[in-house]
């Protein structure tokens, strides 16, 4: 049982694992930094302690992100879209987003679709 | 059978509804406008047409951002983040991208956790 908000619990609309998708936003820049998962007790802990914390998929638990590395996201804002499925979340970052060492998890050389040459 | 190409079709992370997550921003003022889903013939269609395209989860059939509103997404790139389980798509908007009307689907007046005194 989360302690979160029960309002904001019963307007939640979670998916079969009873999560809901948070996208993260660095507060300067506004880089998308990246996509993580939080369950009702990873909101409140959010939104009670500014420090981001997801639900972890992979490890099945919490995890406060940065815990390990350091790279922590202190949260400014959190907002929640239309469908009430989907979590905006505005952080200051602290080091690297991505486990693998970049500023963001869209930091590869990976565009599937180059922009415009009138771009260029 | 998508006729997404194959290098890239055994790169992709799906969910257990054969998804990925697709992050949606403005080109020009990096806004984060809404998050939607792809399987791979979205993801093809969208990279060979410029077109957004998208599976609907609720009517379990892709669509054409825009394609009743008229509120189409012309694609300037696409990219994959580090576990291959969601993309970034920047787009040009045409018109809202909500189907409240508003400019984004996280322009509520909701907002979970407002911003320091310190940002005022």
Do not use: I
């Not at 820049?29 to 939080?38: C, F, G, I, K």
């Amino acid at each position: 049982m989360s302690a979160l908000d029960p309002d904001l619990a019963r307007r939640l609309k979670r998916n079969a694992d009873g999560l809901v998708c948070a996208v993260v936003v660095e507060h300067t820049t506004s880089a998308v930094l990246m996509v993580a998962w939080m369950d009702d007790e990873a909101l409140h802990r959010t939104l009670t302690t500014r420090r981001a914390t997801y639900f972890s998929r992979s490890k099945g638990r919490l995890w406060v992100k940065g815990e390990t590395s350091g790279h922590t996201q202190y949260v400014r804002e959190v907002r929640l879209d239309c469908d009430a499925d989907t979590l905006l979340v505005r952080v200051e970052q602290t080091g690297p987003a991505c486990h693998t060492g970049t500023t963001t998890c869209f930091d590869t050389d990976e565009r599937l679709l180059l922009a415009d040459p009138a771009d260029v």
